[in-house]
């Protein structure tokens, strides 16, 4: 697809790359604390849901994108291999907005982290398998294209060793730690809107040669995968505040991860620079599609949050036995049973 | 269209008057908190809406039994506290008229209170004001029966508790008797439901008369909707009617009113995570101030980052403003001017969205945190707000909703609505209120005005104003009523006004307060002493000089401030002898006022004099923190004459 002479990123790119995923996920691991880890036990039906659209889901919706779309096997292999990540923190900012149930947002985050370790090269060969062979086919009768799961693997080590740096930090040091957590934030603007500066700068051609099945897939990947999280989840008996969380956490994918496994487990030049490319313009989408979508969450979730977290601040001033008790048919059915949505509940199970 | 929008049901009670709203709110909300109170422990006790209404209907039974007549004034002289919401529900549905007062007034006004409204049965905050109406009942015979609120408190000899009454009435209601009920079911909704006497900043208290239909009135016509799911903050004083207002609304919609006090305010933002307050300007500006030392004090990338973020909200906003129609209009301005004003605003709101969007969530939302973080809005009033503060709020996302009424008007005239924030203006009048703007000199019916450009929009008189919130009248003082009320229903506000040409009503002055300069010319002290006070030097400006040459002022420094800035002195004495401050203050003046645009000649501030003792509530200012300015104009009478007839000095 992309012109085998292009030079798509440039060492020095690649290099400030490497440095914004050393950052990114060191401030990522700065965020997190020992709690968050025992957290995810708190709620395990509803870090399962997110589970099963995390991993069930989204990897499907990437083979189904590839295969209806017909996409090239560089490009559907991104596509899949996009869908398998876990979530990174950056879904957790954009669930704060969209009034999501953060705490969850965080439990799912961590878990699909750790066990992103098996099933990100799990679902790879499963699902990559008829892209593999064409890439066999296309380099002829002397070569076989394998997934590299072993490197997947690797660069997955890899990657949890910063965030196993950021968690140290944070266990001696909270207020160095937050520092570390908010300038892995900024940094990591800076370098994406440098390496886009410089990419369109150098390749601007490319965004019009680049074949409108390629902008759907990446624009549809966090699409469909927010409105399966969000209405599946709804199935699967979540609250709305939790229907938010998981949906933001379905569709954003931790993209420093994707760069860090393009980089080092597909040294192939041709096939990293076309899932570059990939993983580039999904970064690029889907900011913008989960800030719309963020705003729209807002807005429709207006209400049910309002009630969550009046219902919650009753409870912290008045003390825990205090009940509140909303008009008759004031509430949607969905949230008049437990106007807290779960959250009145999760805090006893703690206290016990 | 559920799919897009899932609309936010609001609750609301229609009731004729108060004690049937008590009652309706009752059985509507029933278990719901009406209003809560800090207690020691930091947990908060809370008022259910069936309890307020029940032991409200016992007190009501316990005063009809210690002989309080319907419509007979009953005393609340008490600042905010739940006791006070019960003490209310009591004198209501026993068709009595709440005459409250905080317990900060001098004894002459109590005196005054008592003996004009013909008073015989008060409620007081506690004993300490138990015992200070003991003290003066020789000057107040009317007064036989005293009723303190403070439950936990062991009453002084000759006193009731509250909860001696609820029992009382809890007896007799147990017994059978409804008298209460009787009472409430007979309350016509142009009885009084209030006498309010007025702190105003000019003369005596008079007595506003104020009814049930009046207070109704203002629930209905309210263009802030609140629901049950609402937490409102209550830091103004209760007798004041923006608050009294605020709180029956509240009860009417089913939110919750959160006692809190000076004190614990920073604290309970945080805590109780308010949706709604009503304030005053003071509050936010030390609010403001505390945002920005905690800015000066953080790292020097968080400081710029947070200016960088200010400064995107102010030009986001201002773009947003004039696409919606909400920029000052004080002159006419012709379609085109508007398409055009309008290409530009969406041509900086497109440039400026995804910076704005970043820092919105990145740095303000931090900021809002400081304010709870929930807040929907404030409606501001007790004073005009300085354009700084309404500027920086509404910039880092907290909607400054400011409006204009007087106690006389139950009290909103107009106020500003989310989709109505013209800044500058004191928003749209609320439905079923009309308008006039009236020559002072002339009586000239200015605005509406057919024959003039734009109905007369634009041209500044005295607002006059009629509509359901109009009181009835001053308390046995038909002359003061007449004076301010003609037999068309038109009220006298006695302020300065103009409509502006997208129809927000414009605050000018206070036509009582203008000075009049020995040349004749006008000047209105409230603008000229707002743009003083922006300096951090000054903590408060008088400006003086009816009947001179030239306006002057009396200056307060700001001890704290000036001794940052390098003066070193101990007292404001000490600091206001230094000849360095009087040149620095003296500087500061000249450069504030230095815009021709801003100030005519004749408005610029010529002389001023030190004064060495601050304000005190109670005695210059209001409890809402306004000056009184007759009282001033009294105890520094001499250093005003100082300066506005000169020539005495070189005698």
Known sequence: MIDPDVKLLYAIDKALLAVMILVIMFGMGASLTLADFKNVLRRPRLVFIGFISQFGFMPLIALVLSLALNLPPAVAIALILLGCLPGGTTSNLFSYFARGQVALSISMTTASTVLALFMTPFLLQLYTSPFTQKISEQLGSNATFVMPTKDIVLSLVLVLVPVCGGMILRRFHAGWAKVAEETAGFMGMIVIVYLLGTAFYRHHTLLFSTPWPIFVATISLGLVGFLFGYYASRLLGAYPIQQRAISLETGIQNTPVAFAIILLSFPNFELQNDMLWVAILYSIFIVMSSSCITLWMRKRGAFDWDVYQNTLIHARLFGHQWKTDYPKGYLPPRIARDPSQGALREDSIRRD | ?651
């Open chain 2, 1 to 651: 269209m559920d799919v897009l929008m899932e609309p936010h049901p609001s609750t609301f009670v229609h009731a004729r008057h108060i004690p049937e709203l008590y009652r309706l709110a009752a059985e509507k909300y029933e278990s719901l908190p009406a209003f809560a109170t800090r207690q020691k422990d930091r947990s908060w006790e809370p008022l259910t809406f069936r309890k307020l209404y029940e032991r409200g209907r016992a007190i009501g039974e316990g005063l009809i039994s210690i002989g309080v007549e319907p419509q007979e004034p009953v005393g609340v002289f008490s600042d905010n506290r739940v006791e006070w919401a019960l003490a209310d529900a009591g004198i209501q549905l026993c068709a009595a008229v709440n005459t409250p007062r905080g317990i900060e007034l001098t004894d002459e006004e109590l005196v005054y209170i008592v003996n004009h409204s013909g008073m015989r049965t008060a409620f007081v905050e506690n004993s300490r004001m138990a015992k200070r109406c003991l003290k003066l009942r020789s000057q107040m015979p009317g007064l036989h029966i005293l009723i303190n609120l403070d439950n936990k408190e062991t009453v002084p000899e000759g006193v009731l508790s509250l909860n001696n009454v609820e029992s009382i009435g809890t007896k007799r209601l147990n017994e059978g008797s409804a008298a209460v009920d009787t009472r409430s079911d007979a309350v016509k909704s142009e009885d009084l439901f209030s006498l309010i006497y007025t702190s105003g900043t000019t003369g005596k208290p008079k007595g506003v008369m104020l009814t049930h239909a009046n207070i109704i009135s203002q629930t209905e016509c309210a263009p802030v909707r609140l629901s049950c799911t609402d937490r409102v903050l209550s830091i103004l004083p209760i007798w004041h009617i923006l608050e009294r207002m605020l709180e029956i609304y509240s009860v009417s919609c089913g939110a919750c009113t959160y006692y809190t006090s000076a004190r614990y305010f920073g604290e309970d933002l945080k805590q109780v995570e308010p949706t709604f307050m009503g304030s005053a300007p003071r509050l936010w500006e030390s609010l403001r101030h505390r945002i920005l030392t905690a800015v000066e004090k953080a790292h020097p990338v968080r400081r710029t980052l947070f200016y960088i973020a200010l400064s995107l909200g102010i030009h986001y906003r201002e773009a947003v403003f004039v696409l919606r129609g909400q920029d000052l209009r004080l002159r006419p301005i012709s379609r085109i001017k508007i398409l055009l004003n309008k290409v530009v605003a969406a041509i900086q709101w497109v440039i400026i969205l995804p910076w704005f969007g970043f820092f919105n969530a990145a740095v303000l939302e931090s900021v809002r945190r400081k304010a709870g973080g929930s807040l929907k809005g404030t409606i501001s009033g007790g004073g005009a707000l300085p354009s700084e503060i309404d500027q920086f709020f509404n910039a880092i996302g907290i909607p400054m909703l400011e409006g204009y009424g007087l106690t006389e008007t139950s009290p909103v005239i107009a106020v500003r609505t989310h989709d109505r924030l013209v800044r500058g203006t004191v928003g749209p009048l609320i439905p079923q209120t009309e308008i006039r703007i009236v020559d002072l000199d002339l009586g000239e019916i200015l605005y509406p005005n057919s024959a003039r450009r734009g109905n007369g929009r634009g041209l500044r008189g005295e607002i006059q104003v009629k509509g359901p919130q109009v009181m009835r009248g001053y308390y046995k003082d038909d002359e003061a009523t007449q004076e301010v009320l003609d037999d068309d229903g038109w009220f006298r506000t006695g302020d300065l006004g103009m409509i502006t040409f997208n129809d927000s009503l414009k605050i000018l002055g206070r036509s009582k307060a203008t000075i009049v300069l020995s040349n004749g010319e006008n000047v209105e002290p409230e603008n000229i002493e707002m743009r003083v006070k922006m300096s951090p030097l000054i903590a408060e400006c008088i400006a003086v000089g009816q009947d001179a040459k030239h306006v002057c002022a009396l200056i307060l420094p700001d001890l704290e401030a000036c001794r940052e800035a390098g003066f070193a002195a101990e007292t404001l004495e000490d600091l206001v002898k230094q000849p360095e401050l009087r040149d620095r203050i003296h500087e500061q003046i000249h450069n504030a006022m230095q815009n021709p645009l801003e100030f005519k000649r004749f408005e610029v501030i010529h002389d001023f004099r030190f004064l060495s003792r601050p304000l005190e509530v109670g005695v210059e200012l209001t409890n809402l923190f306004k000056v009184k300015r007759h009282v001033i104009h009294d105890r520094y009478a001499d250093l005003i004459r100082e300066m506005v007839e000169p020539e005495v000095r070189h005698d």
